[in-house]
């Protein structure tokens, strides 16, 4: 039965293309690929002269028929301009289709990003959140990155050179001066990590270039505060100064972080 072969191909360096992605571009009937000309390079490098179509983000609802009724008789391989079909990238709604349609639906896995760029961005990697562009509108930005200011995961965001330092501005304004994995044209001639925080970011990038992959510090856990022996001593020692309990327990909730209703608790035991 035909096929639609998912193919994931090189971020940057054409090297990193995996023998089986080679030879499944060869022997499919044809490649629907997000970018022709990149794609073009792509298998001149590696000698395969399979046709192609164009399904990009602006023909590829118009595309889709054409594509499940080729499936009818040969086997398709999607590409992306770069790394793993369907994230980020044109790709999902043929995916779900042919799935719909029960058109076996196969993965060649290879170059990602968003792993690539986690792997070395030094931040933690055993969780994160990936969230693909940021809108380009400011205002819709910050309320996109007000959902995430609590999440401990480490987060991760695509961002085009234009807009950089806008989108540092903000992640500046609603997630505070974090740690920050700046990655720029992985894997090509022009590679580079930054690391720092977003404030050394914003001074750093003076003229953005190339594409940039963004992974973001998560919310660090904050310590709950628990009682203390000093803390009760603190409360017997203002009782006994005939401080009111109200202005006491207010005083020590401020500067403690403990609840109220746990100071008032320790206030009537020292009675």
Known sequence: MPTLYVVATPIGNLADISRRAIETLRTVKLIAAEDTRKTRILLNACDISTPMTSYFEHNKRLKLDYLLNFLETGDVALVSEAGMPGISDPGHELI?????????????????VVVTALAVSGLPPDRFTFLGFLPRKSGERRRLLETMTNDPATLIFFEAPHRLHDTLDDMLLVLGNRRIAACREMTKIHEEVFRG????????????????????????EVRKPEMNDDIESSLRELRRSGVPAKEAISSLSGSTGLSKKELYRVWIKAG
């Open 197 to 220: 925080t977003i404030s050394q970011a914003i001074e750093h990038f003076t003229n953005p270039r190339g594409e940039f992959t963004l992974v973001i510090e998560g919310q660090k």
């Open 96 to 112: 779900v289709a042919a799935s719909e349609k029960g058109i076996p639906v196969v993965p060649i896995p290879g170059p990602s």
